[in-house]
């Protein structure tokens, strides 16, 4: 069972950089395309990112696109997601998920019913 761990969401102010972190527990990433997403209160889970099994290949949302970077690394087993330029709508609870590489490119589509694993989620608020 593939349990994803995600951190590095806090309180930040306009302008702030952070960095996320998604690890996982008893398992290990290498045959996982991951990504990222995002929901707020009253909102729909908003898909931010995607990275595929090798880190070869990603997807970054028009939404977020020239702000945000993600990244996946095997020597640490963890995806991260660089966010620059943070903006008060940029507050929600931030997600990571993953699908096995057998499903071929199914993560680059950004669907949450795309992805088999999520995280509990990491909290990311942005002060004005």
């Known amino acids: 069972q593939v349990q994803l761990v995600e951190s590095g969401g806090g309180l930040v102010q306009a302008g702030d950089s952070l960095r996320l972190s998604c690890t996982v527990s008893g398992g290990t990433l290498r045959h996982y395309a991951v990504g990222w997403f995002r929901q707020a209160p009253g909102k729909e889970r908003e898909f931010l990112a995607g990275i595929s099994s090798t880190g070869g290949a990603s997807r970054i949302a028009e939404s977020v696109k020239g702000r945000f970077t993600i990244s996946k690394y095997h020597i640490d087993d963890t995806v991260y997601l660089q966010m620059n330029s943070l903006k008060p709508e940029d507050t929600a609870n931030y997600y990571c998920?993953?699908?096995?590489?057998?499903?071929?490119?199914?993560?680059?589509?950004?669907?949450?019913?795309?992805?088999?694993?999520w995280g509990q989620g990491t909290q990311v608020t942005v002060s004005s």
């Open positions: 998920a993953a699908v096995h590489e057998r499903e071929g490119t199914i993560w680059y589509r950004g669907e949450a019913e795309s992805y088999e694993y």
